[in-house]
Structure formats: C-alpha cells, structure tokens
C-alpha cells in the first residue's frame, strides 16, 4: 500500500480498536482548541466582542491564522521574541495531519492486519516511487497508524497551543501596558441582532 511495487487491495474499514479512536477524538478536540485560541487572540487584538468575532472572522488555516496575528502585532507595535517562522512551519504540519487524521480512509492491511490510514493530499514523499511526482489524489499512498502515532500528533498540537498561549499572554500585558494602542470594544446593544425593529419596545421619541 505505501509503494508502487508493494501495492496491495486493502479492506476499507468503520471500526476502529477503542484505543485508536480514543486516540483519534482527542486529536480532533485538542486541534478544535488550538484554532479556539488562535481566533481568541486575533478578536482580544481587535477588541471584538464574542458575537462580532464570530460573524465577522473566518477559520483559515492555523497557520494562516498565525500570519494574521503576527501583523496584527505588528499594526499595535508588538514585536515579541517569538519563533514565528518555526511556528508556521509546526502549525502547517499539524494542520497537515489533523486533517489526514479527520478526513481520511481507514484500511486494514490484508496480511499483518494492522489499520493503515489511506492519504489522498499532497504527493508521494518518495520520489524514486514515481517520476515525475505523483499526486496522491490519482494514486493513493497509505501509512500505518496506530494509537501511539496519534498520541504524538496530539502532543504535537498541545505543545503548539502553549505556544499560541505565550502570544495570548504577551497580548494581555500589552493591553495593560499600553491601552492607547488598544480601542475599548463597543457595547453588543441587541444580542438578538434581530434585523426589524422590536415591537414590544416603544417606538423613539422625536
């Protein structure tokens, strides 16, 4: 399954040994956190309330998102002693196997009987496999994936959300520091956002 000349028809399966899956949710809500934290950080800088934050600002990439919060930091004159480009590199990464993790096809290997996980993004990483590269989209590489290996992307993610943490502290003590930079929040006046006017409200005098 993982090369040309190993290639084997592997059994597309739903259920999973309970440690794998167990395994597997956590990844899912430790990423759900990290984007959860990214986005908080963005909105503080902007000084949105919570509904205005979740109307207005949309869920790029975590790695995006840290390009974002980097120039905001910079548009408030924040320039942190922060690894920013190794943290993009790291959260393309993660993004990278969150998404394999949520969205891919599990297989049971028909001889060992291990799970593998079937990858349709991106190319075939060994190059001598195909010449020129081959998109995994046409030719499916699989990879073995067990309740270990999602543990260390867990990790990895949990690592990567004490990172964005660091940037959301730095963002609080400069709101302390300099409230100048910062614009108060306006008040939410109808949380309801109701688009017509409220009929149990007496209507404005002139």
Known sequence: MSEPSQSVQAKVIHKLPVGLLTEIGRVVVAYSRLEHEMTAVIAMTLQLQKPEARLVLDEPPIHDRLNTIQDLFALKGLLPDFPFEDAWNELKAINTLRNMIAHGIWLRHPETKKVWLRLTGGHWKRTEAFQPKVRRIIRPESAPMDSAECKAIRLR???????????????DNARRTFPERFRPPAPVVDPLARRTADKRRPPPKS
């Open 157 to 171: 993610i949990e690592a990567a959300l004490k990172q964005i943490q660091v940037l959301g502290a730095i963002l």
